[in-house]
């Protein structure tokens, strides 16, 4: 099976979860429900789950579904789906359409096509690692050199000393022209399409990674973890163009 | 002439220039000048503009018009209309739909409507002080008591010690269940229409703040200046439902 199959299913998994996920998200009666570690959850996160699980059971029923609301299925298959249906809960449960499907594929435990859907905008954006487009149009990172002209996108930029290395982290932020919580997978979107110059999550879950890789790489971005390491590995990201990738990384990890 | 001719006209102003903006926004090849302030601005903000004056001299050749864009014109007439085309042109030029169309009617120097628009979501916010629509729905602030589970909005809330006692900005921020740069105009639709708790512009310019005073307390929300003030006359802004405002106005202003 080629890899453009997949592409084609992948983009039906996306349209079908969208359809179904935009009737709550501008539903007003919206109802919360808050899980234990207190990151919101719907009964639109679960129902779009089940129902790509059911078309890749349906189409594929050899592949492996690793997904963030029910168990993993088969994960050691040779195609596993990492499904997350919406990233960015709590812009989801705010009425801001800045929350996005990730999809990705992996072949022997590595991303080969990830996608980022927001279907309130209806902007889908695939990457296999060496293209990526939205909406079908290809699309790059821009040139950026310095911090100090960069827009930095984070999905939680707030007290940052709580997170690894905070004081650094603090102090990057403090450097970059423009600051803002366009984050989630939103904010890949935007780096990946010459919009924004660095992504930084410093926790990430892994069923939210494995979608993006793909998709910064295509782009000609480089993606890692916090330390500069593999991104897959790891639980947090740093994405920039190839111009600042370095400086970030340096800065995030001064001591 | 009644409230409802102005209200229908105002729509007007609304959908037809949101018909002029929402091409821009979509374009990737959007070209971006720099003002000397460094905001952002591009011809799509001058063409809304003027599209709307064009419109106001036609309709109402009386009434004054001050807008961001172009001199005031006849600003101490009894109707004034208050122009805003682009609020929120970082994230316009960023290409996230959390801007918006800010229109207001001053009688007498005083708001008597105002409009919120997003016309890439087609979301139209009027309020006239005592009822708030969204789409034509009524819409209200939602309860919170503490700012503990707030959430809390704000244009820009990085580096709050670069404004008025920006210590007790960062306390405050500090304590704030969830707190989003997810700002301008949008912030305001999301607190009136019970997705948000408070909405902080530390710096607003004047043709920014007349549009959101109607809307606010139609939709029974309290909004004054930093130091809890009338919100016309000054260059800040808080926004909050009626329980938490003397909290945030205490905690903003803490010694």
Redesign the interface.
Known sequence: MSLDAYRSFLTELAEKSGDFLVPFFTD?ELIVETKSDDSPVTAADCGAEQLMRDLIAARFPDHGVIGEEFPDKNAGAEWVWVLDPIDGT??FI?????WGTLIALLHNGQPVLGAIHQP??GQLMIGDGNVTTLNGDPVRVRACDAIETA?FLTS????PAKYQNGGAYAAL??RAR?????GDC?GYL?LA?G??DVMCDPVMNPWDIAALVPIVRGAGGVITDWQGGDAMRGVSIVATGPGLHAGVIAALNAK
């Open positions: 007003p709590k812009s705010t009425g801001v359409p800045l309130v905008l827009t939680d930029p707030l007290n932020i403090a423009l600051v803002r919580t366009w939103y935007l399409s919009r924004a």
